[in-house]
């Protein structure tokens, strides 16, 4: 998107009294819910996460070493990286779903998988489906920064920009996140002049229909600025270290945007896992951390919905201390101050076998429970979130039988092999 | 890398050449090749040669006469499964050197998960000459000019003579290995099948495909030296 559509899509949709540049002001434009989406890619492993195995040296470096894994309520963590103070602090915003079944050991096809719900080709990334509903008629309805990105024809993915060109899109004068092409006190000395002369103009009532239509038409351009000025006004003098999260929020906050898709990498470890998830895990951990007090002090937090999911889980240690692919894997969801927080539903065996898991108790169910995989969760989260699509072609084909309680308070699986 | 150090290489790398084309001069048999492989158009692929641990400056047309063209069906395997899929790919074969085009007369293995010359896989001792593993259960067996190592994946560790384990050009797509052990009486029967196989899980596909029987246990895996 360059600045001359964005200046359209501003210019049609902003009203004139929508935003008021106060540091946690929320836009008119779009005051609903958030969605967020963090794809931690390279597979991350289950293990090194909320569904800890502590016993089996085979498994863990950490389990060799005789490190038990983590408390936090109800959810056990895996000691490693900054776990433990993460999820102590977030542990009651928290549904995590462990022994979810990514029906793959491809990257590619567990990215799309756990965007879209599908294995199968054609489905929207829920960040779509999401824009699609709560989005249309915003300037960057999905912004995107990694992860999964084809659109499925309902709404294309806008890339996060970085902070110069944010700056630049919505400031004409913005040379960059921090710099300005003419001090902006001059600028608006030009424009005032400028609009004067022009009243005086109109005044005259001596135009030509023609000088008169002009004229009109410098006005409209005029209140458009005044509405970009407004938006620009979230912009803050700097951008944060996540810059890529803090420009989303800073979207989000300014009403331009509905959902943000990041992407934090580094999780691929099939030699020396434990190295390499030292950086990769705090960097992961770090940036939700970063997203729910970036969004506090902007006022937003109360309307985000986070999801963080990888393409699959990993294998116990192979010979070079790392681990390999594994289908079966974990999500976590989040809120701000849900219901459904401190809950563990879904399950996994000793070294990660698949278990099926009762639908509505969340309970192991060998004989009629179901295996967890990505469309069940979709399916809960299209429902949760209000955007169940009547569209065929974008059914997730999931049974009356298959529909997980997964929002449920009371239904929770716990860590039934330990 | 410091200046001296790429001074080195390029110079072991000078070496290379030169006893490359001195042995393809003198019709020696098929040289090792370790680096990484990118696509090229229609269907072209491009080798770049590791020079200890740095990446060579030569890139070279790759010709794949590898029996069923493995190389380029390994590649192509390794690449649905590896993250960033476009990106170069880190292979090892035995081949010819003819300058511009690199022949390929053996696959070895394709490892989607290497991003460096530095960063390669050392896991298969120098002069190796049968190196195979498998998952579900895990082992690993590994015959060098020292004997033969059998690991099971309860830990348990046998170990053969060397001599069976003998190199047997022109035995056919399909070698047989039979050994016994002194160290528990135990006798070992591996079959390779010069085939590409794919471990998925492992981002890695390799030139042969493994079956191992020992005692009562039998494993399938795959190979890359054989």
């Known amino acids: 998107m360059d600045r001359r559509d964005f200046l359209k899509m501003v210019g049609t949709v902003v009203p004139a009294w929508s935003l008021i540049p106060i540091a946690n002001a929320q836009s008119s434009l779009y005051s609903g819910r958030i969605l967020i989406n963090i794809h931690a890619s390279g597979g991350l492993d289950a293990s090194s996460w909320t569904d800890p195995r502590e016993t089996n040296p085979a498994m863990n470096n950490y389990a060799a070493a005789g490190t038990p894994a983590g408390l936090a309520g109800d959810i056990r963590f895996a000691p490693m990286g900054s776990n433990a103070t993460f999820f102590s602090k977030y542990y009651n915003q928290m549904l995590v779903i462990n022994g979810v079944n990514s029906e793959t050991n491809s990257h590619t096809d567990g990215t799309r998988t756990h965007a879209t719900g599908r294995l199968d080709m054609g489905y929207p990334n829920v960040a779509e489906l999401f824009a699609a509903q709560y989005g249309r008629g915003l300037p960057m309805p999905w912004l995107n920064s990694g992860g999964f990105s084809t659109s499925a024809g309902l709404m294309p993915a806008t890339p996060v920009p970085d902070s110069n060109t944010f700056r630049a899109l919505v400031a004409p004068n913005a040379a960059s996140a921090t710099n300005d092409f003419m001090k902006q006190a001059d600028l608006n000395k030009a424009f005032a002049t400028r609009a004067q002369r022009m009243a005086a103009l109109q005044a005259t009532g001596t135009m030509l229909p023609k000088q008169s239509l002009l004229a009109d038409q410098f006005s409209a351009t005029t209140d458009a600025r005044a509405l970009m000025e407004r938006v620009a006004s979230f912009i803050p003098a700097t951008f944060d270290t996540f810059t890529q999260a803090h420009v989303g929020l800073v979207a989000a906050q300014a009403g331009i945007t509905s959902t943000i898709q990041l992407a934090s990498g580094g999780f691929d470890g099939h030699s020396q896992l434990a190295n390499a998830y030292a950086t990769a895990l705090p960097r992961l951990t770090d940036m939700v951390d970063y997203i729910w007090q970036k969004s506090a002090a902007l006022g937003l937090s109360n309307r985000i919905f986070l999801r963080i999911y990888s393409e699959f889980g990993r294998t116990p240690l192979n010979a070079g201390n790392g681990k390999d692919h594994w289908s079966v894997g974990s999500q976590v969801l989040m809120e701000a101050n849900p219901a459904w927080g401190n809950r563990v539903f879904g399950a996994s065996g000793p070294k990660h076998e698949q278990l099926k898991i009762n639908t509505a108790t969340g309970a192991v169910d060998p004989v009629n429970g179901v295996v967890i995989k990505p469309r069940h969760i979709h399916d809960a989260m299209r429902k949760y979130l209000g955007i169940t699509t009547t569209d065929p072609k974008f059914n997730l084909k999931v049974p009356a039988t298959e529909n997980f309680d997964f929002f449920n308070p009371v239904a929770k699986t716990g860590y039934p092999n330990l | ?226």
């Open chain 2, 1 to 226: 890398m410091n200046v001296v150090d790429r001074g080195l290489t390029n110079y072991a790398g000078r070496c290379l050449a030169g006893v490359l084309a001195a042995g393809l001069a003198g019709g020696a048999a098929a040289a090792d090749f370790r680096g990484f492989v990118t696509d090229g158009p229609a269907g072209l692929l491009v080798f770049q040669s590791c020079q200890g641990a740095s990446l060579g400056p030569r890139a070279s047309k790759l010709s794949d006469k590898s029996p069923d063209t493995a190389l380029t069906a390994g590649v192509a395997a390794v690449r649905q499964v590896m993250e960033n899929a476009g990106r170069p790919l880190y292979v090892e074969f035995a081949g010819d050197d003819a300058g511009s085009v690199v022949t390929v007369r053996r696959f070895r293995r394709a490892v989607g998960h290497i991003l460096s010359c530095a960063g390669a896989p050392r896991d298969i001792p120098a002069g190796a000459r049968l190196h195979a593993s498998g998952v579900d259960p895990n082992w690993r067996f590994v015959a060098t000019p020292e004997g033969g190592r059998l690991e099971l994946a309860d830990g348990k560790v046998v170990r053969f003579p060397a001599s069976p384990f003998s190199a047997r050009d022109g035995a056919g797509r399909t070698q047989r290995f039979d050994a016994w052990s002194a160290q528990d009486g135990g006798t070992v029967r591996i079959e390779v099948t010069e085939e590409m196989c794919i471990d998925e899980r492992a981002e890695t596909a390799t030139g042969a495909r493994v079956a191992l029987r020992y005692s009562s246990t039998s494993v399938e895996g795959c190979a890359a030296r054989f």
